[in-house]
C-alpha cells in the first residue's frame, strides 16, 4: 500500500475528523471510501482510450497530477526511506 500526503484546509480538516468520529471511522477510511467511489464512477474514461494509445494517454495526462509533487516542500517523498 502507498501513502498518499494531501493539503488540506484546517477548518475542513477540522471537520472531517468530527464527522470521522461521529461515523467511528478514521480519516483516512473516509478518503478512501470517497477515491473507490471516484474511481468506479470514473473507470470508463480508461477503457475509453484506444488500446495502442492507453499507455501513452495515460502517462500523458496524469502528467499534470504529478506537476504538483515537483516542489521543495513534497522533495522529502522522491527518495524512499533507508530504514
Known sequence: MSVMSIRIDNNKRKI????ASVEEKTMGGIVSSLI???IADNKEKITKLPETEN???IVGLSEFSFMEWDNEEDEIYDH????
Request: glycine share 8%; net charge neutral.
Open 16 to 19: 472531517l475528523k468530527i464527522i
Open 55 to 57: 499507455l501513452k494517454s
Open 36 to 38: 473507490e467511489d471516484y
Open 80 to 83: 524512499p526511506c533507508c530504514g
